[in-house]
Nanobody, 126 residues
Framework: QVQLVEPGGGLVQAGDSLSLSCAAS????????MAWFRQAPGKDREFVAGITWIGGMAYFADPVKGRFTISRGNAQNTLYLRINSLKPEDTAVYYC???????????????????WGQGTQVTVSS
């Protein structure tokens, strides 16, 4: 089992930038890929960005391409999400998730990931 903790988040102004982090512990050697999802009030949880742990191949949801950057820490136990030019519609709870190679099928679907963080609130004011 992999444990994921996401500190950070908070209240920011539209146009600002924000970095989120996610610390992985436990059986991190089993992680094949990690991703960020977000859930806005009244909406389903949606994929935002993902990255393979070996090779660092990154992929993004179309609505966030060009504004979001995903990366891994040097120790490869930390996942980051950099959000530029924040918009009010970016307001959501952001979750990090981890997938093992045995469950890695559709990178943008929730069912691919079997470890989840508790989520961190990001609120963007206009």
């Amino acid at each position: 089992q992999v444990q994921l903790v996401e500190p950070g988040g908070g209240l920011v102004q539209a146009g600002d930038s924000l970095s989120l982090s996610c610390a992985a512990s436990g059986r991190t050697s089993s992680v094949y890929a990690m991703a960020w999802f977000r859930q806005a009030p009244g909406k389903d949880r949606e994929f935002v960005a993902g990255i393979t742990w070996i090779g660092g191949m990154a992929y993004f949801a179309d609505p966030v391409k060009g504004r979001f950057t995903i990366s891994r820490g040097n120790a490869q136990n930390t996942l980051y999400l950099r959000i530029n030019s924040l918009k009010p519609e970016d307001t959501a709870v952001y979750y990090c998730a981890a997938a093992r190679i045995s469950t890695y099928t559709y990178p943008q679907e929730r069912k691919t990931y079997d470890s989840w963080g508790q989520g961190t609130q990001v609120t963007v004011s206009s």
